[in-house]
Each structure stands twice: as structure tokens, then as C-alpha cells.
């Protein structure tokens, strides 16, 4: 922190960036309710959700594979969900490009969601990922910052949701806001489909 500014200075910088960033995710509103009313009807079709995440985003994507398996809200019903992660964490170099791609291959099917995180948009790893769920006719939602990178306006996402900032920092927790929302929401379409059915989201 440079001499000049104070502690309370920069808790307030800090603060700021985050407030910024929380307030813009009002204009992914529309983003995040259509892909949970998709995500819900993959979900009564019987299919799977498989989470992934470049770097410490891994652990992110364990995060929202556990809340869907395990919910936080009694009364709330389990759904199937498997993070890719620790399927795939020992693989390093070419074999880690393709990590997330190989086990979609085997597993993947029409029904099921692929949930993927990256704070820029552009890891090899997740890319190539998206791009096999596609093929393999799943559902891909992604979830991202500084602008969406290489996932912005590509062909392998279905529902792109995206952080306003360039600090990884502060995308990674405006993607933990996000998912809570979209398991919340989730929940909402399978217990009332019919009342949802003719939600407009914009």
C-alpha cells in the first residue's frame, strides 16, 4: 500500500471494487435465470451436472457439485452432480489440456449440464472442456471475468455469466454469489415448473 494512503483508504479501494463488481451482476440477472431454467429441465430429464474449474477455481467447482448433492436447505432435494476436478488432478503438461475433455467423453450425455468456471475465459483446459460437452450434446454454462475471454460469443456455451472484473480475485467471489443463486433458482423450477413456464427473462 503506498505511504500516503491509509489503511481505511485502501479497505474502502477494496470495498469499492467489490460493490462495483456485485451491483453489475444485476445485468447478468437475465443470463443467470435462463440458464437455471435450462439447467432444471436437464435436471428433470434425469441428467447430471459435472463441474470443472481452472486453477483455484477447482475447488470451486467441488464447491457447487457438493451444495447440489448435499443441500444446505432441509426440505430441498438432492441432484446429481460430479466435479470433474478430482477426477483429473494428477495430470500435468498435454494430458492436462485435455483433462476435462477425456472424462466428458465417457461420460457426457444429452441430458446432463457442464458447469465450468475461469476467471479470464481463456484456459486451454476449459475450453477444450466446453467444446467436448458440446459435442456431446450436454447443456454448458460458464461461468467467468475480465469480459469472458475466449468464451465470450463462442459456439461451445450455451449460458455465459459474466463477473465485471479483471481482478481474480474479486471474479471468484462474485462467482461464489452466482452459483448460491443458481442453485437457489435451480430449486425454484423444479418445485414450480408450472408458475415458471411463462417467466420472461431479458
Known amino acids: ?19 462495483e463488481a456485485g451491483l453489475a ?27 470443472f474449474g481452472a486453477g483455484v477455481a477447482a ?3 467441488a464447491h457447487i457439485a457438493v451444495e447440489f448433492v448435499h443441500p444446505v436447505i432441509v426440505g430441498k432435494r438432492a441432484l446429481p452432480a460430479v ?5 483429473t488432478a494428477p495430470l500435468t503438461g498435454e494430458g492436462a489440456a485435455e483433462a476435462f475433455a477425456a472424462r466428458l467423453e465417457s461420460m457426457a450425455e444429452p441430458r446432463d449440464i457442464v458447469l465450468a468456471l475461469s476467471s479470464d475465459g481463456r484456459c ?24 469472458g475471454g475466449e468464451l465470450a460469443g463462442g459456439p461451445a456455451v450455451d449460458h455465459l455469466i459474466v463477473a465485471a472484473s479483471d481482478d481474480p480475485r474479486v471474479v471468484r467471489e462474485m462467482h461464489v454469489t452466482v452459483y448460491h443463486v443458481l442453485w437457489e433458482l435451480v430449486h425454484v423450477f423444479l ?8 417467466e420472461a427473462f431479458s
Do not use: I
Not at 489503511?7 to 470495498?15: G, Q, S, V
Not at 451482476?25 to 463441474?51: D, I, P, Q, S, W
Not at 466435479?83 to 477426477?87: A, G, I, Q, V
Not at 476449459?126 to 471475468?145: F, M, P, S
Open 83 to 87: 466435479p470433474l476436478n478430482c477426477e
Open 191 to 198: 418445485e414450480r415448473p408450472g408458475d415458471l413456464e411463462q
Open 59 to 61: 475447488a470451486d467447482a
Open 1 to 19: 500500500m503506498p505511504p500516503w494512503e491509509t489503511a481505511e483508504d485502501r479497505a474502502l479501494t477494496l470495498f469499492g471494487a467489490r460493490a
Open 124 to 147: 486451454a483446459a476449459v475450453l477444450r472442456g466446453l467444446d467436448k460437452a458440446r459435442e456431446r450434446g450436454a447443456l454448458t454454462v460458464a461461468l467467468t471475468g475480465a469480459g
Open 25 to 51: 451482476l444485476k445485468r447478468e440477472a437475465g443470463a443467470v435465470g435462463r440458464a437455471c431454467r435450462a439447467m432444471a429441465g436437464r435436471f428433470r430429464r434425469g441428467g447430471t451436472l459435472y463441474t
